[in-house]
């Protein structure tokens, strides 16, 4: 692996490293309120099924308007997967418990995306977006009346073992499988596939196969927040899943720039403090949401950071760039 690219890894990791200490510190000293660590909470779920979405739309280039159904899927699977390990196997570690119910819930939302995927992804642009939003109601309304999940009354009892920690690295580990992914031999054959499908195939990438295959894994990491969100809210209302959460989800994306993982992350930050510092407004939020897409578009119709990912030697890099700029121009 080249020097610059290991010096970067190891810049981010500290990074990573600072920040959770810092947030630790924050908690511990009551800074940073049991409130606040709710939103820090659901702001890193975010990031999740943000940049989950985002490998499918974003770097896939399919648009997906029922990603909130996968959510549900590994939320009901990993709660009820929790409720029965609590009750046979008493005594058991909650991160042992979080594992399996997350791990339980991953492969069922793949699933549930390859049964999706294989019918829908040979559609393309409005088609696929209407399909996939049509298959997000009918997971939604299934749940509904399933008597083992609680029905329309919501699902209850399920074990609170989501915490700041297990959550924050979880995000972490998505978000590294995420990049690691869309710079590898695969994700280079993903990135084919948006840019020209048909001049893809003509090379030999089995387009449908990638497809699918980015699908199902957009799907179960989707599942993995779904199981994050369950463990720390204890309770599930199956219209918590329906359509307007798709369009959150893909307003995050939008914001951010659909084909960068940092893009989404600064989008799903923003997206979900606003909310919580305009309660006041919050029968508007969609409104609100609607005109920051507008103007986005209006301004820079490829979001935030576009197709780009932003890199602390990058931005290092270019700091010393205009620095050395600014001097030269003194010495003349």
Same mark, same amino acid.
């Given at each position: 692996?080249?020097?610059?690219?290991?010096?970067?890894?190891?810049?981010?990791?500290?990074?990573?490293?600072?920040?959770?200490?810092?947030?630790?510190?924050?908690?511990?000293?009551?800074?940073?309120?049991?409130?606040?660590?709710?939103?820090?909470?659901?702001?890193?779920?975010?990031?999740?099924?943000?940049?989950?979405?985002?490998?499918?739309?974003?770097?896939?280039?399919?648009?997906?308007?029922?990603?909130?159904?996968?959510?549900?899927?590994?939320?009901?699977?990993?709660?009820?997967?929790?409720?029965?390990?609590?009750?046979?196997?008493?005594?058991?570690?909650?991160?042992?418990?979080?594992?399996?119910?997350?791990?339980?819930?991953?492969?069922?939302?793949?699933?549930?995306?390859?049964?999706?995927?294989?019918?829908?992804?040979?559609?393309?642009?409005?088609?696929?977006?209407?399909?996939?939003?049509?298959?997000?109601?009918?997971?939604?309304?299934?749940?509904?009346?399933?008597?083992?999940?609680?029905?329309?009354?919501?699902?209850?009892?399920? &074990?609170?073992?989501?915490? $700041?920690?297990?959550?924050?690295? %979880?995000? !972490?580990? +998505? @978000? /590294?499988?995420?990049?690691?992914?869309?710079?590898?031999?695969?994700?280079?054959?993903?990135?084919?596939?948006?840019?020209?499908?048909?001049?893809?195939?003509?090379?030999?990438?089995?387009?449908?196969?990638?497809?699918?295959?980015?699908?199902?894994?957009?799907?179960?990491?989707?599942?993995?927040?779904?199981?994050?969100?369950?463990?720390?809210?204890?309770?599930?209302? &199956?219209?918590?899943?329906? $359509?307007?959460?798709?369009?959150? %989800?893909? !307003?995050? +994306? @939008? /914001?951010?720039?659909?084909?960068?993982?940092?893009?989404?992350?600064?989008?799903?930050?923003?997206?979900?403090?606003?909310?919580?510092?305009?309660?006041?407004?919050?029968?508007?939020?969609?409104?609100?949401?609607?005109?920051?897409?507008?103007?986005?578009?209006?301004?820079?119709?490829?979001?935030?950071?576009?197709?780009?990912?932003?890199?602390?030697?990058?931005?290092?890099?270019?700091?010393?760039?205009?620095?050395?700029?600014?001097?030269?121009?003194?010495?003349?």
């Amino acid at each position: 692996m080249d020097r610059k690219i290991l010096k970067n890894y190891a810049i981010n990791i500290l990074v990573i490293i600072a920040i959770y200490i810092l947030l630790k510190v924050l908690m511990g000293t009551g800074v940073i309120s049991r409130y606040h660590q709710g939103i820090i909470i659901f702001i890193m779920i975010n990031i999740i099924l943000a940049t989950s979405l985002n490998l499918a739309t974003g770097f896939l280039g399919q648009l997906t308007l029922g990603h909130a159904g996968f959510m549900a899927v590994g939320a009901y699977v990993s709660a009820m997967t929790a409720v029965a390990l609590k009750a046979n196997f008493k005594g058991m570690p909650d991160l042992v418990m979080l594992i399996i119910s997350l791990a339980v819930a991953a492969v069922a939302s793949a699933l549930v995306g390859i049964v999706i995927g294989v019918p829908a992804l040979r559609l393309r642009g409005d088609y696929l977006a209407i399909i996939t939003l049509g298959f997000g109601e009918v997971i939604r309304v299934v749940i509904n009346n399933i008597k083992a999940t609680g029905g329309a009354q919501g699902f209850t009892g399920i &074990p609170k073992i989501s915490t $700041f920690d297990n959550v924050f690295w %979880i995000t !972490v580990l +998505v @978000v /590294l499988f995420l990049y690691r992914l869309t710079h590898s031999r695969q994700g280079r054959a993903i990135l084919s596939i948006r840019e020209d499908e048909i001049a893809a195939e003509a090379v030999g990438v089995k387009t449908t196969h990638f497809k699918v295959m980015g699908f199902a894994i957009a799907a179960s990491i989707a599942g993995i927040g779904g199981g994050l969100y369950a463990h720390y809210i204890a309770f599930l209302d &199956p219209n918590t899943f329906n $359509f307007m959460r798709s369009v959150e %989800i893909l !307003v995050i +994306v @939008v /914001l951010g720039g659909m084909g960068s993982l940092t893009g989404s992350i600064l989008a799903a930050i923003v997206l979900t403090i606003m909310p919580e510092a305009l309660r006041s407004f919050a029968n508007y939020r969609l409104l609100l949401y609607s005109f920051m897409l507008i103007i986005m578009m209006i301004f820079r119709p490829k979001g935030i950071f576009g197709t780009g990912e932003f890199s602390w030697q990058g931005f290092y890099d270019r700091y010393q760039m205009r620095k050395n700029a600014l001097l030269k121009r003194e010495q003349e």
